[in-house]
């Protein structure tokens, strides 16, 4: 039976557990690309991996207008070679890549409730590490993003378990896009104020950064750890009827033994999402660790302004990322299209979409900024397609193995973050 009533719909448990999830994905996402925005006030200039690079004058066309830049002279405070600020971009991936399954595998035997507050409190506790570790050696940084990807690596296979038992399939990209939506949110809100924290922060600006979403992140992990249940029937205090709702729409109810890996290695659906998955991170990684270095490296804009101009990509997937799970979830119920039909619609307006807006930025000079930030926050736009897309299908193709699916497709779209800004070292040593 459909909950009815708009309020009491929107506040139905899987609601709750939505809002829950998109915190929590906000705040883990924060612990993600903090690196990558403090670098912009942590690293010398003379030393960021696009400086090296001829540019064919860019630096004598891109000078830096003098009312982009407050009175407060910045400088960084750490001269690293490009080959360990790469590394150390890649890093939370080195360590990422290996505990995806691990982590699908386990919130799918075990549950994602305790698999996750263990996450929330050991990355915290990391990330508190990092001002007093970097000082002591740029190495001792590296450990720190390789940890805290291996901590990180149940995130998501933690949540699209969680779905898997939570999620009612009229509602299931709806659901999953929100809370996945946080990710988004979470380089929004991580770039814009670690801008301001580079420049206002205590301990010389970037050391505040690391304190601020470490310690907001280690205080939320007690709401995670009172609000979440791992299923309908672990929920004390839901009612009957919405109990018995929720289990009667769960497609496979029974536990979790062994994985069927042959028939997973054996499935071109499986090797399909996949390849979904890997570009769409690769596109992602873009946006969240090269943009920030591209924005201040070849277009010289200033700390406090790189934040919001970096964040507009994530504010047009932000925005469209719920939007498009439910036009997704509009379009199945109403039978306009299949299941399939629209997972290919939607992940080829993803890939078609953000590919040619960033190839054309490439053209663009570097007194366009303007247009360029429209461009970045369109190529967002039409990224979050995949919400509709590759984001659900491991939903719709297991749910039962829904966890260990997401961390198995997962762990091949971590090697294309890792490829990335390795990718940059090399086209511009």
């Not at 992140?217 to 750890?225: A, D, I, M, R």
């Not at 929720?246 to 290695?265: A, F, G, H």
Request: aromatic share 14%.
């Amino acid at each position: 039976m459909k909950i009815n009533g708009f309020i009491k719909h929107y506040w139905s448990y899987p609601w709750v557990l939505c809002y829950v999830t998109f915190m929590t994905v906000l705040l883990l996402h924060t612990l993600r690309v903090d690196l990558a925005i403090a670098f912009v006030c942590m690293l010398k200039t003379t030393n960021s991996s696009f400086q090296e690079v001829n540019h064919t004058g860019i630096k004598e066309e891109c000078p830096g207008s003098e009312n982009q830049l407050p009175d407060k002279t910045f400088e960084g405070e750490f001269e690293w070679s490009n080959s360990l600020q790469s590394h150390m971009l890649a890093g939370y991936f080195y360590g990422y890549t290996v505990t995806n399954i691990l982590g699908g595998m386990l919130a799918d035997k075990y549950g994602g409730k305790n698999i996750l507050c263990f996450t929330l409190i050991s990355v915290s506790l990391v990330t508190l590490l990092y001002p007093s570790l970097s000082r002591i050696s740029g190495y001792f940084t590296l450990v720190l993003r390789i940890l805290t990807g291996l901590l990180s690596g149940s995130l998501y296979p933690s949540i699209q378990s969680l779905w898997g038992r939570w999620a009612p399939p009229e509602e299931r990209s709806s659901l999953v896009a929100f809370s996945f939506s946080g990710q988004t949110l979470g380089t929004i809100v991580c770039m814009s104020i670690s801008g301001y924290l580079c420049e206002y922060g205590f301990d010389n600006g970037w050391g505040s950064i690391f304190y601020l979403f470490g310690g907001t992140t280690l205080l939320f992990s007690c709401v995670w750890f009172y609000v979440v249940y791992d299923n309908p029937d672990d929920h004390p205090t839901i009612s009957e009827e919405e109990r018995t709702y929720l289990n009667k729409n769960r497609k496979d109810k029974s536990e979790v033994k062994n994985v069927p890996w042959r028939k997973i290695l054996s499935s071109s659906a499986i090797w399909a999402i996949t390849v979904a998955h890997m570009i769409t991170s690769w596109t992602n990684t873009v946006f969240q660790m090269l943009i920030p270095l591209y924005m201040k490296e070849v277009l010289n804009i200033h700390p406090s302004a790189n934040g919001l101009m970096s964040s507009t990509p994530s504010l047009g997937q932000f925005i469209f990322l719920p939007l498009s799970g439910k036009l997704a979830d509009v379009i199945l119920s109403k039978n306009y299209l299949s299941t399939r039909s629209v997972r290919v619609i939607f992940q080829s307006i993803s890939f078609i979409g953000s590919a040619s807006l960033l190839v054309a930025i490439g053209f663009l000079e570097c007194d366009q900024t303007i247009l360029i930030g429209i461009l970045l926050f369109f190529s967002g736009v039409t990224t979050a397609f995949y919400s509709g897309g590759f984001l659900v299908n491991h939903i719709d193709v297991a749910p039962r193995y829904a966890g260990v699916l997401y961390g198995f497709t997962n762990t091949f779209a971590s090697i294309t973050c890792i490829l990335s800004p390795l990718s940059v070292k090399a086209l511009t040593p």
